[in-house]
């Protein structure tokens, strides 16, 4: 098996497009030094041990991408820095449901790799979880997922597969 990714740039799915621009493990990585408050180039590179090359490629795909906006560096002017977009504020969720996940099910033994607390009052964060409008936690077996007229192949093909083992259509 070939170690290429496809792309998914072409393919009608929110969840394709996501992997398209968040995919690589060095953009996560990236983005959650940026959330713990690191902007610098050469933080990125030493906490991260990573090549020049694939930090400065990385960098580049997440300012085209609208996560990150590149400035000068108001305190040192031969400098820039990397400062969160809105969009990029908006993946704060994701990272977080991510470390939590990773807690619950791939914990050390020494307990909790790192604790999220609240700035305003330091209590512990809470999980992250898909509720209901009346804010019941939801589950995948809880939630119905429609797909309009304007969605793509893939994803009527997928609603079509399911309804034909279901006994939906015939």
């Not at 964060?125 to 009346?134: E, G, K, N, P, Y």
Request: net charge neutral; proline share 2%; charged share 30%.
């Amino acid at each position: 098996m070939s170690g290429a990714r496809r792309s998914f740039a072409g393919v009608d799915c929110a969840v394709a497009q996501a992997i398209e621009q968040m995919g690589d493990p060095w953009i996560l990585l990236i983005l959650r030094c940026q959330f713990q408050g690191m902007k610098r180039f050469d933080d990125f590179q030493g906490h991260l041990q990573i090549s020049t090359s694939v930090l400065t490629d990385r960098l580049r795909r997440l300012v085209q991408a609208g996560m990150l906006r590149k400035e000068q560096d108001k305190h040192d002017k031969r400098g820039t820095v990397y400062l969160l977009t809105e969009k990029g504020m908006d993946f704060y969720p994701v990272m977080i449901a991510l470390h939590q996940w990773s807690e619950r099910w791939e914990a050390r033994e020494g307990g909790p790799r790192l604790e999220l607390l609240d700035k305003q009052n330091g209590e512990p964060v809470r999980s992250v979880h898909v509720l209901s409008q009346d804010f019941r936690v939801l589950t995948a077996h809880d939630v119905l997922a429609l797909v309009d007229d304007q969605s793509g192949a893939m994803m009527h093909d997928m609603q079509e597969r399911l309804k034909r083992r279901r006994g939906d259509v015939a």
